[in-house]
């Protein structure tokens, strides 16, 4: 799995090199910082992680107690942690805070523009979201990470349990990987099919960028790292599509999981704002005691 996410580096490398003279707002350089371009590949896993966590859901028939969405986005953030064995601890808490920033980036950019929280959604509210991953985040190890109560303002009353909530979820992950992983010697069991789209978003050299994607055959190993893994029940597909607009989802009727090419795009759109959002937090690190 640690192998299987490197492949979204390679692709994302690959594709800010080609949108730095589109529309994205880029510092005066024109070249995305390198905590830039961790903030869209750390939110690019983290979406593939939260689909590949709802086909688990459904051809795995995973019991879930409250909802699928809240569901998927913890398993999204622990396969984010399982990341740890290959990266300093710097990194990883960098890139899990970008995870739960892109929401409060959602959520503040909908405020801006007016729009009203979808409560009827099956997924929490943005800010919900913002709040669930930086519990996660400080639960995991609350003694050391003090520090993110100060950048992403958790409220003591929910953070004195984030222990508890981070504990829920790696005992799930736990039960899942000792119940349903299969062993070596197991046969049988269906694979995944990954399609490609050529992008077509605003950028000239869309079919390199298509090219470098599939010569690196990274997306096959996701699959293929998920199959060995777990015994997947029917023919299941991994479609990388244009669809009109920044999205990913997991189609349980077709069996197909769908990254868009626009929500890469759309994550680096943000970049303006995380700019003012960071400088927001180096303020509030530096007035903490
Ligand atoms: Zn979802």
């Not at 869209?40 to 086909?55: C, P, Q, V, W």
């Not at 942690?81 to 960098?94: A, C, G, K």
């Not at 010569?215 to 244009?242: C, K, W, Y």
């Not at 769908?258 to 995380?274: D, G």
Request: glycine fraction near 4%; charge should be negative; hydrophobic fraction near 40%.
């Amino acid at each position: 799995m640690v192998r299987a996410l490197r492949w979204l580096t390679t692709i994302l490398t690959a594709l800010l090199a080609l949108t730095a003279n589109a529309a994205t707002p880029a510092p005066p350089s024109g070249v995305l910082e390198a905590d830039e371009v961790r903030f869209i590949t750390a939110n690019a896993e983290f979406t593939l992680m939260h689909e590949m966590g709802h086909l688990l859901i459904h051809e795995l028939h995973l019991p879930v107690l409250g909802r699928e969405e809240d569901a998927a986005d913890q398993l999204g953030f622990y396969g984010l942690l399982l990341l740890q064995d290959e990266e300093s601890d710097r990194t990883l808490y960098s890139k899990l805070l970008d995870v739960a920033d892109y929401w409060r980036l959602q959520w503040q950019h909908n405020q801006a523009q007016g729009h009203d929280d979808a409560v009827w959604d099956s997924h929490a509210l943005d800010q919900q979201r913002f709040f669930n991953l930086s519990c996660l985040i400080y639960g995991s190890d609350p003694d050391r990470l003090e520090w993110v109560l100060d950048v992403t303002g958790l409220p003591i009353e929910r953070a004195l349990y984030c222990d508890q909530e981070y504990a829920q979820v790696r005992h799930a992950v736990d039960w899942l990987m000792q119940t349903l992983a299969r062993n070596q010697s197991d046969a049988g069991g269906q694979s995944i099919n990954v399609i490609y789209e050529p992008p077509q978003l605003n950028i000239e050299r869309g079919p390199e960028l298509l090219l470098r994607v599939k010569n690196s055959r990274i997306l096959e190993d996701v699959t293929h790292n998920a199959s060995q893994m777990f015994r997947l029940p029917r023919p299941l597909t991994l479609g990388v599509r244009n669809c009109g607009a920044p999205d990913a989802w997991y189609d349980r009727n077709t069996g197909e999981m769908t990254l868009c090419w626009e929500l890469v795009s759309h994550y680096a759109n943000l970049m303006p704002e995380l700019r003012k959002l960071r400088e927001q937090q180096r303020l509030a690190a530096h007035k903490s005691p």
